[in-house]
T-cell receptor, first 116, second 116 residues
């Protein structure tokens, strides 16, 4: 069975602080994809990043960075110098490929609040 | 490029009433998904279509939920009769999809359903 766990339900930081959102996943498949989505108060899910199971390189995009470690089944997300606009719910998700494409299995989400 | 459209954005009904949601995917996207997002949880897949056909409806409560995708484009999701626990946001997503690979899913703004 596949599962995604985001142990942090809520995080509150002050603007300009760095913050890391944790994600742990479970799957027995060797081929899979991991994702992070942002859900602002408007409700629409915004795609942030996708990694496949064979690419463990860390990635940096502006203030965002992702650390993928297969050994610990983790795919953590760090926001550097957080801003108020980063306030949202962040979801980590897993997709295992099957015959007609993959469905997304989401974690519970982490609500990030960045205060000025 | 127009995104995934959903209507209505909000709906309030009483229990035992019926309700329908509409989704128009991105033009040319073969795969369409309906997710249910209960407050405080991550989205959960209800049903996945590949063109006109159903790929996965294993988590759709078929005694009360139904969905169709006529002509492989628009889709409707219906609940009849609604229960209190159906209160949630219903998200539609689409992807170019198909085959043993992964294609990015694009999400609509969702329909927030409140059952009283």
């Amino acid at each position: 069975a596949q599962k995604v766990t985001q142990a942090q339900t809520e995080i509150s930081v002050v603007e300009k602080e760095d913050v890391t959102l944790d994600c742990v996943y479970e799957t027995r498949d060797t081929t899979y994809y991991l994702f992070w989505y942002k859900q602002p108060p408007s409700g629409e899910l915004v795609f942030l990043i996708r990694r496949n199971s064979f690419d463990e390189q860390n990635e940096i995009s502006g203030r965002y960075s992702w650390n993928f470690q297969k050994s610990t089944s983790s795919f953590n997300f760090t926001i550097t110098a957080s801003q108020v606009v980063d306030s949202a719910v962040y979801f980590c998700a897993l997709s295992v490929i099957y015959n007609q494409g993959g469905k997304l299995i989401f974690g519970q989400g982490t609500e990030l609040s960045v205060k000025p | 490029e127009a995104g995934v459209a959903q209507s209505p954005r909000y709906k309030i009904i009483e229990k035992r009433q019926s309700v329908a949601f509409w989704c128009n995917p991105i033009s040319g996207h073969a795969t369409l998904y309906w997710y249910q997002q209960i407050l405080g949880q991550g989205p959960k897949l209800l049903i996945q279509f590949q063109n006109n056909g159903v790929v996965d409806d294993s988590q759709l409560p078929k005694d009360r939920f139904s969905a169709e995708r006529l002509k492989g484009v628009d889709s409707t999701l219906k609940i009849q009769p609604a229960k209190l626990e159906d209160s949630a946001v219903y998200l539609c997503a689409s992807s170019t999809g198909g085959g043993a690979t992964y294609n990015e899913q694009f999400f609509g703004p969702g329909t927030r359903l409140t059952v009283l």
